[in-house]
């Protein structure tokens, strides 16, 4: 019996790995290409390490274009992501707050309404969107990029943050209460501080989806100043001439670094608030 159950974790552990390496392989793969030089990537596609380590292609690929650095990408994408995750997960732990709390006329089809949203293709809203972001003169800036999250409903985050909100007692709503604290109190004293997990796997989320968005990029931002980063990697690829692809390995690697990082620092909340609802007994 024991050597079955020793057996049984050791395929176990193999087939995690097995896939593991599968998963994680691409972007190896990517990081040492960028260490190639650009004429002899895909020729040597094949063999992993490099005969040669080359690094003019982060020098290369740092320099831009037009005279635009890419630390200024870098700065555009920190400042769409971090300022949209900002007001997404304030907007959403007080929408979350409301739906959970307060009782009121029509909540319930509200809380519809807000699951409903959750199963609704972004691509079906992409036309209405741009026509109106047009409209209200927005298209060309960060506006469309940020200024939505902030306000709109995000589902995913609003259900998460009620499934927190709905594990604290009341009792400690009570007694606010009776101490003089109104909503906004007990909303910004008792409740965020207890909800700090769904609030921080909230942000993690958010900052990479934000980070790595390329579609509303491409559609709203028209000036090279203004791209992010996920924007600006397509500019190294060039269909009417050559590529730079060894620049692009490049960037693109150092683009992963702030979601990495992010993720191994605020692991421990990640998983704390995806596998959780509310306080522990």
Same mark, same amino acid.
């Given at each position: 019996?024991?050597? @079955?159950?020793?057996?049984?974790?050791?395929?176990?552990?193999?087939?995690?790995?097995?896939?593991?390496?599968?998963?994680?392989?691409?972007?190896?793969?990517?990081?040492? =290409?960028? &260490?190639?030089? $650009?004429?002899?990537?895909?020729?040597?596609?094949?063999?992993?390490?490099?005969?040669?380590?080359?690094?003019?292609?982060?020098?290369?690929?740092?320099?831009?274009?037009?005279?635009?650095? &890419?630390?200024? +990408? !870098?700065?555009?994408?920190?400042?769409?992501?971090?300022?949209?995750? #900002?007001?997404?997960?304030?907007?959403?732990?007080?929408?979350?707050?409301?739906?959970?709390?307060? @009782? !009121?006329?029509?909540?319930?089809?509200? !809380?519809?309404? /807000?699951?409903?949203? /959750?199963?609704?293709?972004?691509?079906? #809203?992409?036309?209405?969107?741009? #026509?109106?972001?047009?409209?209200?003169?927005?298209?060309?800036?960060?506006?469309?990029?940020?200024?939505?999250?902030?306000f709109a409903i995000q589902g995913f985050f609003v259900y998460l943050m009620i499934?927190?909100?709905?594990?604290?007692? @009341?009792?400690?709503?009570?007694?606010?209460?009776?101490?003089?604290? $109104?909503?906004?109190?007990?909303? $910004?004293?008792?409740?965020?501080?207890?909800?700090?997990?769904?609030?921080?796997?909230?942000?993690? &989320?958010? +900052? /990479?989806? @934000?980070?790595?968005?390329?579609?509303?990029?491409?559609?709203?931002?028209?000036?090279?100043?203004?791209?992010?980063? $996920?924007?600006?990697?397509?500019? +190294?690829?060039?269909?009417?001439?050559?590529?730079?692809?060894?620049?692009?390995?490049? /960037?693109?690697?150092? =683009?992963?670094?702030?979601?990495?990082?992010?993720?191994?620092?605020?692991?421990?909340?990640?998983?704390?608030?995806?596998?959780? =609802?509310?306080?522990?007994?």
């Open positions: 019996m024991i050597t @079955r159950k020793k057996a049984g974790k050791i395929l176990y552990h193999v087939i995690v790995c097995s896939l593991g390496l599968v998963m994680i392989y691409p972007l190896f793969w990517m990081f040492m =290409s960028s &260490f190639k030089e $650009s004429n002899t990537i895909f020729l040597t596609a094949g063999r992993l390490i490099p005969e040669k380590f080359v690094f003019t292609n982060y020098l290369n690929g740092w320099k831009g274009f037009a005279k635009i650095s &890419f630390a200024v +990408f !870098f700065k555009n994408s920190f400042l769409i992501a971090v300022t949209a995750t #900002l007001g997404t997960v304030f907007s959403s732990a007080l929408v979350a707050y409301g739906l959970a709390r307060c @009782r !009121f006329f029509g909540r319930k089809i509200l !809380f519809a309404a /807000m699951l409903v949203s /959750m199963m609704l293709p972004a691509q079906v #809203l992409m036309i209405p969107q741009y #026509l109106w972001y047009q409209k209200l003169g927005w298209v060309g800036s960060y506006k469309p990029l940020i200024l939505p999250y902030c499934n927190f909100i709905d594990g604290i007692p @009341r009792e400690l709503d009570e007694a606010a209460k009776i101490d003089g604290c $109104s909503y906004y109190s007990i909303f $910004s004293r008792i409740i965020m501080p207890l909800i700090t997990p769904a609030l921080i796997t909230a942000s993690i &989320f958010s +900052f /990479m989806w @934000r980070w790595d968005d390329f579609l509303s990029a491409l559609l709203y931002i028209n000036e090279s100043a203004k791209y992010p980063v $996920s924007l600006a990697l397509k500019l +190294f690829s060039d269909p009417g001439s050559s590529s730079d692809y060894g620049a692009m390995f490049a /960037m693109a690697s150092l =683009s992963i670094l702030p979601a990495v990082i992010i993720f191994i620092c605020l692991q421990k909340y990640l998983v704390e608030g995806i596998s959780t =609802s509310g306080l522990k007994g």
